[in-house]
Each structure stands twice: as C-alpha cells, then as structure tokens.
DNA sequence: CTGTTAGCGCCTTCAA
DNA sequence: TTGAAGGCGCTAACAG
C-alpha cells in the first residue's frame, strides 16, 4: 500500500493544530470560515482521502451494509442489489455483497464476512438448503438490524420484503382455470421456503374457489435443481390422467418444463398449458413465450434497504414486526393463450 | 455497534499480557503450546472477532480487493464475479463488488468507493460509455494493481484476461460461409470497446480469407441500447440486396435481431441466418435456438482474481504486459443450421 | 517464551 | 475559535 496523505500531512504544511483540521473534516462548525477554506483547499490539493479504518476504529461505525444473496446467476437478485445498493449509496453507506451459489455453508461463510467488516446492517435473502437460523441470531445478538426479502424465514422477528406470493400464485392458477383448465399441476419449491408454501397456498385457494378437487399426485415439491425437473414432467406427463396444465414455482422450472412438453409433440397451451412466476428476461422471448408474475424486482431492493437504514437510525423499532409485501402483476403470453 | 469483545478482554481473563495474546490470533510461532491453548479457547468461549479496523490501521493492508462490472443484468459479469470471488476467498481476500449501470458517472463513483476502502488489487470491466480513463491511472499512481478482462483499455499498461474475440468472430463467420451465406451482415459494438474492433475484424477476415466482398453498408456498429437492434434490422432487411445472414456483437442483440426477423414471417436460417456471440443463458432456449460463441465465463474470473493476487504479492511484475487469452467455442444451433 | 511500549490515523473531550 | 492529549483495538519492535 502505498503513501497515503494524512490530516497531519495538512495541519504540517498550513502551520495548525490536528485537531483544527479535523473539525473542518467531520464538518465541526466551531471553525473559523478562513481557516476551514485553507484547510479544505490543501486537502483537495493534496488529494487526501480519509483513512476510513481510523474513522470505523474511533467511531465505532463502519457505514457498511451487508447484502447475502442466494445465487447470481439469475437476474433476480442481481437487479435487486441494484436497487438496494441505490438506496444505500444515497445514505451515504457502502454496500458489501456476497452471493452463496446456494450453498449453506457458503451462506454461513458470507455471515462471518459481514460480522468481521463491522456492517451496520444486513438485507438477506436464503439459500434454498437453509434450514438452520442459528448464523442469523448471532445478528440479533448482536442488535445489527436484519431486513430479509424474497426467501424469508418466518420464524424470525425481523422486518421482511416480500411479494404477494399468494395472491400471484392464485390469480396465476386462476387464469389457468378461466382458460377452461381442469386438472393443474404444480411444481412446487422445497417446503422450507416460505415462498414455496406461500405459492402453494395460492395455488390451493385457487383450485378450492373454482371446486376443483386437489390432487397429491400431482403436487410435485422438488430442490429447485433443473435437471429434475425433466423427470418430475415425464412422470406427470405418464399418469393415465395426466394434467392440462402446469404452475411452475418460478420461470426457470417452467422454461424447463416448456422444453419437456415440446420434446414430446405435446401442443401449448392446448394439451398443456404453463405459467411460471418470477417474468424472467428469458421468458418473454422463448417460443412460446411464457405466461408468468412478475415482481418489482428493483423496488424490492429499494424498499429493503430503506426500511434497514431505517432501523440503523432507530426510525423504527427493530422488534416491529414489519412486512412490507409488494405486488405482483399477471402477464399473459403464448403458454397459456394462443 | 454493540460491544465487542478484545485482545485485552481475553489477556484480562487469563491475566496475561496482550501481547501474547495477540501472538497466538497472529499466529505467531513463539508461543508456549499451553498458553496457546488457552488463548484460543478462551477466544472461542468469548466469541472473540478480530476488529479489521484497528488491524488493517496497523498493518497499512485492506486484505480486500474490488471488482467493478459495467451492469448486473445479463448473466455474463455476475459469473465471473463468481469465478473471481472464490479464488479471493481461497487466498484470504474480501472482495468489494460494484456494479455501473452501464453509467460512466457511476463507474467514476465506483473507483473513489474502491480508493475509499483501500483495496490493494483492482479487477475491471469498463462502461460501453467510458472513453476517458483518468480514474484508472489514479491507480496506477498509487500503484494499486489493476488487471483488466473483458472490456478492456488496450491503451494502459496492465494486464488484461480476454477471450479470443478475433477468433471467435472469426469462426461465426466462416461458419456462416459454410453454410452457404454470400452477403454477412454485423451489428457491431461501440468502437471505444476493443472488444468491438476485435470482433469486426475477426468478421473481416473471415470475409477475406474466403474472397467475400466487405460492403461498408451493412456493417452498422451501435452503442448496444438492444430498443435500437429493431431500427437497424429493418434498414438491413428493407435494402435492395439483403443480406442473408447476421453476425451480432452479442447474444442479446442477435436475440433483439431474431425477433424482428420472425415478424417479418422471413426464413430462419434459409432467408436470415443468424449468429451472435456469449452463449448467454436465453440462446439455448429461445426459438430457434441460437447459434452463438461460447466464452469461459467463470474461467475468466478466476484467471483475472489469480492474476491479480500475484500482482499483489510481487510474483509477477506490474510492467510487465500479460495478456491472457482464453479460448471459445462455437456452439451451432438452428438460427444457422436446422 | 513473555511483557512493555510505541504508534497506525482519526475523533473528541478538556482547557485555553 | 484553537491546541494538547488521550484513546479506539491492534501489531510489532524491543527488552528481558
């Protein structure tokens, strides 16, 4: 590392006290209006840039938060750190990311990260293999306010941001029915994930509303792992009453599911129709285009990380039990109307 | 920030001196294996989390370095980031991650968040917007290692990971001959990219080697905002004499431009071939599926992040001209062959 | 092998 | 309005 300037490099060549320079960096107001112009004159001149570690050390703040996500490999949690981090950046905070390939350990990994860089908070959102909390308490310990969005766990009293997983999941099977669908399948996420029971629900209102009679058989939980999902669509497919249609737990799971159907001649949406939930970039432009939810992914972010500033703040109370659910949108394309 | 536990509170409890204590979570070898012991149980029982502040004050180094990415959406710099996190992570270094929003503004902003951390090792994808690269020398006048990939600034003297977009281009091409196309079109990238030039000039010589007429009038370089991709499919596809085939800067481009062929009900691959280039995640299934030029994406990471790490550590020197060029892969679909 | 000491660069009393 | 001094938590000599 290299020769960094420093306030006594700026209080040596102006002839003053440290101290006196300082105030004029921590915008003190008790400073003379002559003295602060020549102070902030030589600092630009010699490009000094603050030794923030000094800063974290004295002041016991980092003005860092943390975001945790599970993957990077979609585009959903990329964009909503996009909208976190705008946020954030505004406040004047610094963000560190990290992502967990879904993998628990690595998600256990990441938390010992944020801890050691001191973030004054964290937006988490889970791997889909999370099913111990403990790494997450140790924040709550520690009174480092958590925001979780997404993949949330319940369980936990911290402010969350969700979408209406629900009532997206209901008006998607919903619309399944009022196109003259009879007999729905779901392929449904791991049952840790709140989301997973959440859409489920949804899609069970769904088919109880119109009187349609719920069938196991064709209520398929799997690990959001893709290369199942050709298995789990060749036995849905086989049954000797197979179904007219498919809710996907999200895009990718139906884009997969689209792939299967094809490979079989099956027509869609008339032997088979499909909705995801998530509108992925992808599912607008595979043939047919996929009929999904679509969820204000940005907005997700932004709203997660304004309510975690607001916790730094002490805005609001951290033991309020906040959840902030945002709403989806139905859009409708090729795989379930022609 | 609650309460943390210290160096001095573990010496406090077992009434010896800092120092020692200090030796063992150093790893200092001078210690007696008894008091070592208990140095680290007693750091263990009291949840004892080095503060980096105070440690990286002392030792004048960050054990962080920072990667700056253009944008977030596509799937292409999350997954080197991925590849060059996990060789950081091996080495024992944090990792700061930005992303720009394709914004030249915000890629400024990014550098002086990097400088503010003080990051001891640079990895970079510039903005299509960036032509001006002040902020980088910065660096190299603190000395701060740089390694560039991708989206690289051929004028500065630091090491760069690239693929082999001449070749890439090259083989698109010759594979478009292949198949019979005469008249090749390209949607090229911005010129301040070298990755555009690259690619143009692998598209040329592929033309030349194979005796092809290079028409100036359908190769259109364009500043990659994909609302534009339809404009320049129509003049393309509204001239006298069309081409009969398209060689696109990337995948998301050719995706735009295959769009715009289907709703003129023209051909694909008979009429309009079609090739791009990434291997983005959505070219395999969109229809048709999309011929394209598959790059190594995590390898990438991975490479630039060892690379880096060596500049870091002095095993390599930070003059010398390293240029590491990966390989691609030209994966055929049916936008060219059915 | 262990303890003492002196800072790293910054902020913040306290006194002037 | 300014200066001097102490300390944040840690590391790294220097003694012993």
Redesign the pocket.
Known sequence: MSY?V???DIAKKL??????V??V??G?????????RLVLDMAKELD????IF??N????KSNTIGIIVPEFVTSFFPKVIIGAQTIAAKAGYNTIIAQCNENYETEVANFNVMLANQIEGLIVSVTKETRNFDHLKIFQRKEIPIVFFNRVCEDMDVPKVVVDDYDGAFRAVEHLIEIGKKRIAHLAGPDNLSISRRRLNGYLAALRKHNIPVDEEIIIPYDLRLDKVKIYMNYLLSLPNPPDALFAINDPTAIEALQVIKEKNLRIPEDMAVVGFSNDYTSALIDPSLTTISQPVQKIGETAAELLLQLINNEISKNSLLIKTLTTELIIRHSTVR
Do not use: F, G
């Not at 002839?15 to 006196?20: A, D």
């Not at 000094?48 to 030794?51: E, I, W």
């Not at 050390?57 to 016991?60: K, N």
């Open positions: 960094q420093t306030i006594k002839n003053i006290s440290k101290s006196t300082s105030r960096l921590t003190n107001p008790h400073v003379n209006e002559n003295t602060r000094y840039q603050k030794n000094a800063r050390l004295v002041t016991h």
